[in-house]
């Protein structure tokens, strides 16, 4: 979690270039999608979905992506050769130039009370390319400390529990999003045997490590790492859990896009234990998030709805005894993908805000 040593003239000079209005110029990004072409393919039934994922891998297509298995009408994106849309402007720019100097060490809210106090773990882009994951993070942060006077129920959240929040959990792999490759997902490790960097930072957890839906190659997007907790980044957070897990009551873990909700397991398909109130905290969650803009989530367990991947942070934090663990994949569905457009920023933080909330006023009650 070294720092990216970004400077102000590096960011400027960046501005400049992003500025400019032709979409060629958007091409910051190393030449690994040179030639690149975008085509959107929307699969009606689950026959025809399936049709188009053997496409894809026959084509060697750098990135595919369903929207899970029972995504019949979402939307199919398929890489191929020859650019695509840059809807980020400068403006949105703006916001990580802050981020990247505080996000070294996780941000820490909560009014100091009673020596003994319930916490909360948020933390955003665990994987490089989804930028919306540390905007809400940093929104958050802005939320809690501007509405702590004027909203009751934050103030009743921050009085009752303590929040960690880690803005940027792979900073390395973020910052690389911005300056070389906007499609980066993985941290930037080095292997001592091949060419390829980073690891998978969401595979590269001690539960079921490298089991189904990881993959041991150090040029796979899902590589999970020589060995678990092979990353710093991993091993720090893992370390900050574990000595905390006691009093850390939920893990809420921000990634993109597929709008949903999910909660373990992510390995195996399986009813968790304390299956009712993570399904009721998730239900009133997506409920919550829905009554802003009508933007409808899917919620449940990870293996059922969107895949099965085995050494994620979710499952990791269940298994050590965090009963609430989430992971949200936020909008869109796949027509921005992890392009997703500046003025969807604030409605998507806005809307995520409410499903937050919702879920930490769950905590404050008893359930059986
Ligand atoms: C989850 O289940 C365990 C035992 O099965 C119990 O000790 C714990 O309190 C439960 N947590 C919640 C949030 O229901
Ligand atoms: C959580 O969401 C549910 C469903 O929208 C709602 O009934 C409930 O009042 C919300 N709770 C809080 C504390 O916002
Ligand atoms: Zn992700």
Redesign the pocket.
């Known amino acids: 979690m070294k720092s990216p040593g970004w400077t102000a003239a590096q960011w400027l000079l960046c501005l400049l270039f992003w500025g400019i209005p032709e979409p060629e110029h958007c091409y910051l990004y190393n030449n690994r999608y040179a030639g690149d072409k975008v085509i959107r393919l929307v699969p009606e039934t689950e026959g025809e979905a399936h049709v188009l994922k053997n496409i894809c891998h026959q084509f060697k297509v750098s990135s595919c992506t369903t929207g899970g298995p029972m995504a019949a009408q979402q939307h199919l994106l398929c890489l191929g050769r020859n650019g695509y849309r840059c809807p980020y402007s400068p403006k949105w720019l703006s916001n990580p130039v802050s981020l990247l100097t505080t996000s070294q060490h996780p941000v820490h809210l909560g009014r100091r009370s009673r020596a003994y106090k319930r916490a909360v773990w948020i933390d955003c882009g665990i994987h490089a390319r989804e930028w919306i994951g540390p905007a809400f993070c940093q929104w958050f942060v802005k939320e809690a400390l501007q509405t702590y006077r004027s909203d009751p ?1 934050m103030r009743k959240m921050l009085n009752h529990l303590y929040f960690y929040i880690m803005p940027v959990f792979n900073v390395d792999g973020y910052h690389f999003s911005w300056t070389n490759d906007r499609f980066w997902r993985k941290t930037r490790s080095r292997n001592s045997r091949f060419r390829c960097r980073g690891v998978d930072a969401n595979r590269n957890w001690k539960v079921n490590w490298c089991d189904e839906g990881a993959s041991f190659h150090p040029c796979d997007d899902t590589y999970c790492g020589p060995f678990p907790e092979s990353e710093p980044e991993v091993k720090a957070v893992a370390h900050f859990l574990r000595k905390r897990r006691k009093h850390i009551r939920a893990y809420l873990s921000f990634h993109a896009y597929a709008q949903m909700l999910l909660y373990p397991y992510s390995y195996k398909y399986a009813k968790i234990p304390n299956f009712s109130c993570v399904e009721s905290a998730a ?3 997506v ?2 998030l ?2 802003a803009y009508g933007v409808r989530y899917q919620h449940g367990p990870a293996s059922s709805i969107l895949y099965v991947s085995s050494g994620s942070s979710m499952d990791w934090a269940y298994k050590n005894g965090i009963p609430y663990a989430f992971a949200f994949e936020l909008r869109d569905t796949g027509h921005f993908g992890f392009l997703l457009p500046e003025s969807l920023i604030k409605p998507t933080c806005t809307e995520t805000m ?1 499903a937050v ?2 879920i930490t ?2 905590l404050l009650k008893k359930c059986h």
């Open positions: 129920a239900y009133n969650a409920i919550a829905h009554s409410l909330k919702n006023m769950h």
